[in-house]
């Protein structure tokens, strides 16, 4: 399974994206599928994580604001991104997992990683 991201910009504070997180090559359906992040001069993140069973998951700093949904017919995860903040400036990957449901937020279970798409907000 090959993942493509795309959806990346640049806002200003108190803006909107939508990422897409878009499968080729096989389906979703037995993955859980993250989304990561890595700002200037920081280690990759998790931010929100959607399971095959429909179980979602967010990190603390963005609950509120994003939101993560599935679109099975395309087979793309989507992360909704709103009231956006300076210190959500970082490349954001998608990537997969099959780990337990307890350790989805590491990032060492994940593999097929997409190439990212940068997400810039600045006034």
């Known amino acids: 399974v090959q993942l493509q991201a795309s959806g990346g910009g640049s806002v200003q504070p108190g803006g909107s994206l939508t990422l897409s997180c878009a499968a080729s090559g096989g389906l979703f359906r037995s993955y859980t599928v993250g989304w990561f992040r890595q700002g200037p001069g920081n280690e990759r993140e998790f931010v929100a994580c959607?399971?095959?069973?429909?179980?979602?998951k967010l990190a603390d700093p963005v609950k509120g604001r994003f939101a993560i949904s599935r679109d099975r017919a395309k087979n793309t995860v989507y992360l909704q991104m709103n009231s956006l903040k300076p210190e959500d400036t970082a490349v954001y990957y998608c990537?997969?997992?099959?780990?337990?449901?307890?350790?989805?937020?590491?990032?060492?279970?994940?593999?097929?990683w997409g190439q990212g798409t940068q997400v810039t907000v600045s006034s």
């Open positions: 990537a997969l997992t099959t780990v337990v449901w307890g350790r989805v937020t590491e990032e060492k279970f994940y593999r097929n």
């Open positions: 959607f399971s095959w069973d429909g179980k979602t």
